[in-house]
């Protein structure tokens, strides 16, 4: 089995030295940088825009997986990836047409993802799967860092497993939120490959990246 892929979110990061932050999360042993894009409408909270992300392309040489919770998303996804986005990922919710904002995302050359909040059902994927990239599961309900791991979305993991494996193809299926190494571990038993995870890494400071990181991947 391929080793399980590790996002460290910035979200929890310390914003007035992010460049040294995602220098040292890439040295620490990244595999993706996650940027966790929130608009105060979409989601209860104001993060950063494409501005920010420019200035922190050239702290690593990581992809920036950018996962936009803003709405409209279609007329931000050019900006995003101009400013240095290597995967994009949309809700279903803030298209509001996912079909169309998915092939614009791929027009833009970004790779695209497809983000399911807990409370939507897995059946919201199933006509898309053929641009998508990568899957991102959240296990919370997106907006702030360092809640709890929601049970009932080990089930969707699950049945989205089983979808991707019945295309064949290598499509990333990620979980985001609350991910710790107990929750790391349950989620990648139930198929994911790619863990998002901001209090876990970011916690006790940067002496600790490399094992906060390790113990995911080990989990
Ligand atoms: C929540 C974000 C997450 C969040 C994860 O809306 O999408 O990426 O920062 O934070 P933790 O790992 O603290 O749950
Ligand atoms: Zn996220």
Same mark, same amino acid.
């Given at each position: 089995m391929p080793r399980t892929l590790i996002a460290p979110s910035i979200l929890s990061a310390d914003f007035a030295t992010l460049g040294a932050e995602v220098s040292a999360i890439a040295a620490a042993g990244a595999d993706m940088i996650h940027i966790d894009v929130m608009? *105060?409408?979409?989601?209860?909270n104001l993060t950063i825009g494409p501005a920010v992300i420019k200035a922190l392309r050239p702290y690593a040489t990581l992809p920036f997986d950018v996962h936009l919770m803003i709405a409209p998303v279609d007329p931000m996804i050019s900006a995003f990836r101009d400013a240095g986005a290597d995967i994009i990922t949309a809700h279903p919710?803030? *298209?509001?047409h996912l079909h169309r904002t998915l092939q614009a995302i791929k027009a833009s050359g970004a790779r695209a993802g497809v983000s399911l909040n807990p409370g939507t059902p897995i059946e919201a994927i199933d006509n898309v799967l053929d641009l998508v990239d990568l899957i991102l599961i959240m296990s919370v309900n997106p907006g702030f860092g360092g809640q709890s791991f929601i049970e009932s979305q080990l089930a969707k993991i699950e049945a989205a497993r089983a979808r991707i494996d019945r295309t064949g193809r290598d499509i990333i299926l990620e979980v985001d939120g609350g991910i710790t190494p107990e929750t790391a571990r349950r989620a990648v038993s139930a198929g994911a490959t790619a863990l998002v995870a901001g209090t876990a890494v970011f916690k006790d400071g940067p002496a600790r990246y490399g094992a906060n990181i390790a113990a995911l991947r080990g989990a």
């Amino acid at each position: 089995m391929p080793r399980t892929l590790i996002a460290p979110s910035i979200l929890s990061a310390d914003f007035a030295t992010l460049g040294a932050e995602v220098s040292a999360i890439a040295a620490a042993g990244a595999d993706m940088i996650h940027i966790d894009v929130m608009d *105060g409408h979409f989601v209860p909270n104001l993060t950063i825009g494409p501005a920010v992300i420019k200035a922190l392309r050239p702290y690593a040489t990581l992809p920036f997986d950018v996962h936009l919770m803003i709405a409209p998303v279609d007329p931000m996804i050019s900006a995003f990836r101009d400013a240095g986005a290597d995967i994009i990922t949309a809700h279903p919710e803030a *298209g509001p047409h996912l079909h169309r904002t998915l092939q614009a995302i791929k027009a833009s050359g970004a790779r695209a993802g497809v983000s399911l909040n807990p409370g939507t059902p897995i059946e919201a994927i199933d006509n898309v799967l053929d641009l998508v990239d990568l899957i991102l599961i959240m296990s919370v309900n997106p907006g702030f860092g360092g809640q709890s791991f929601i049970e009932s979305q080990l089930a969707k993991i699950e049945a989205a497993r089983a979808r991707i494996d019945r295309t064949g193809r290598d499509i990333i299926l990620e979980v985001d939120g609350g991910i710790t190494p107990e929750t790391a571990r349950r989620a990648v038993s139930a198929g994911a490959t790619a863990l998002v995870a901001g209090t876990a890494v970011f916690k006790d400071g940067p002496a600790r990246y490399g094992a906060n990181i390790a113990a995911l991947r080990g989990a």
